[in-house]
């Protein structure tokens, strides 16, 4: 496998790090006018998710991960695994709830998502930054209340819960971002 | 790319660019330090253990040889200053191999004087003066500190920067959350150092003000010269604003054996670290043994200055072309 020195770390860069696979956020040169150069990098542990610093000596290099992401359409749940496809080469692969994790919320099926896979297995899910899902659940709202104040709960199809404005009704199609988990709009049909 | 023509900074740094060097000119003007030039491409380098330098290849058949450039006009300043050329200044490129990032461009624009009869004390004093010259009516600046270096290191690591205690500066690292240090340094203390300030100490240095750190570890001394009260310390100067390192100043070595020896030592560390041969800089020990006069000098990175002084966060934003574009 191949190798990246401190000088190629950018940020989207994957590597192996304490033999787990991680992507690279931020990378910075410090370097005291007469003293030893170091670069600081910040990091994002793929399975974890945690992200950490830690320091390198320039010149230092990390093997790379052989991490891609890949486009998937989410295809069903069998109650074990969650299942997806690529839509162009319908290759399959199952995904466990450690690999979804929160992005469980978010999945209805044939929805398009981005599956994260490291030596060819998943290793994390991550949903478009944007899904259109129907409220199955909330509170009849006040009619005429457009304003953006206040709020209720409403929960989506897909079990998550979002705060949504008055007026939104049971049954009606909303755009939310899965980033922040805010109600964004609602979607006419 | 479509815009790669086009210039990093804005034109109106360009003017403030401008601006900055005419009043550094009219502050060396007034207090009689003249402007001089030396080459930036030489036949030898600095031997500085961590600075790498470019080379370039002279050409004039049948003859052919491998010319630096310069790191640092210190050298060829400091021979005139032998040769009884009383203060100068210069303004000039430096070029510094495998150094880009943020703070870093591997061409840079560098002030660098020598003031003759100066010590330390008086050397900081027009520092101050400069700084406050150049940042006058552009940026509101607090009270100028002075600190030192051993001072400074103890308030925010109970670590004695003077005197390696390997069992401490561990204990310190993982206290600090950065286990790693102890891999990358060692038993090294000088990467020790320069670990820990620049990670836990300099960030924190000089915000919305300028911080002299004064009295470096003996083994941080390179040209400077050795405390004649505390041989542990070395009386040496740098200079910081938001974090930022933009200076280094010495009280200058004049003893030729002395610097002769450190010579080789950086030499000799060089080779052990696999770096780029260097050739010895003769002519600087021919000068100090004909006589340096007692001076000290300073070297500022401009475009840092100019960062500080525009708030930029990357040299980018204050260098016409960065190495990616020209």
Known sequence: MASYSTNEFKAGLKVMLDADPCAIIENEFVKPGKGQAFNRVKIRNLKTGRVIERTFKSGDSLEAADVVDVAMQYLYNDGDFRHFMVPDSFEQYQCNEKAVSDASKWLKDQDMCTVTLWNDSPLLVTPGNFVELAIVETDPGVRGDTSGGGGKPAVLETGAVVRVPLFVQQGEIIKVDTRTGEYISRVKE | ?326
């Open chain 2, 1 to 326: 790319m479509l815009h790669d023509w086009q210039p990093n900074c804005s034109i109106e740094l360009l003017h403030l660019r401008a601006q900055v060097l005419a009043e550094i000119r009219s502050f060396f003007l007034a207090r009689s330090v003249i402007e001089v030039e030396t080459p930036i491409l030489s036949y030898s380098s600095g031997t500085d253990p961590q600075l790498d330098f470019f080379t370039a290849d002279y050409c004039s058949y049948p003859l052919q040889q491998t010319l630096y450039l310069q790191t640092s006009p210190e050298f060829a300043m400091k021979r005139l200053l032998a040769a009884g050329s009383g203060s100068i200044y210069q303004i000039c490129k430096a070029f510094r191999n495998g150094e880009s990032g943020r703070y870093h461009n591997p061409e840079f624009s560098m002030l660098e004087w020598y003031r003759v009869d100066y010590n330390l004390t008086q050397l900081m004093d027009e520092i101050a003066d400069l700084i406050a010259a150049l940042f006058k009516g552009r940026y509101q600046l607090k009270a100028t500190q002075r600190i030192s270096y051993q001072d400074l290191f103890y308030k925010i690591t109970r670590l004695d920067p003077l005197v390696f205690n390997y069992k401490n500066y561990c204990a310190y690292a993982l206290k600090s959350e950065s286990p790693e240090a102890i891999e990358l340094c060692k038993t090294d203390h000088n990467a020790w150092l320069d670990f820990i300030f620049s990670h836990h100490i300099q960030p924190s240095l000089g915000e919305n003000t300028l911080c002299m750190i004064y009295g470096y570890p003996a083994c941080q001394s390179s040209l400077a010269r050795i405390n004649e009260d505390n041989s542990k310390v070395t009386d040496r100067v740098e200079i910081f604003m938001n974090g930022i390192e933009l200076g280094n100043g010495y009280y200058e070595l004049i003893d030729a054996q002395e610097q002769n020896q450190r010579f080789d030592e950086e030499i000799l560390h060089r080779q052990q670290n696999n770096r780029p041969k260097i050739v010895k800089n003769t002519q600087l020990i021919a000068a100090l043994k004909a006589g340096l006069p007692e001076c000290s000098g300073m070297a500022i990175g401009l475009d840092r200055l100019l960062m500080v002084m525009t708030n930029n966060n990357h040299i980018e934003g204050v260098i016409p072309f960065s190495l990616a574009r020209s």
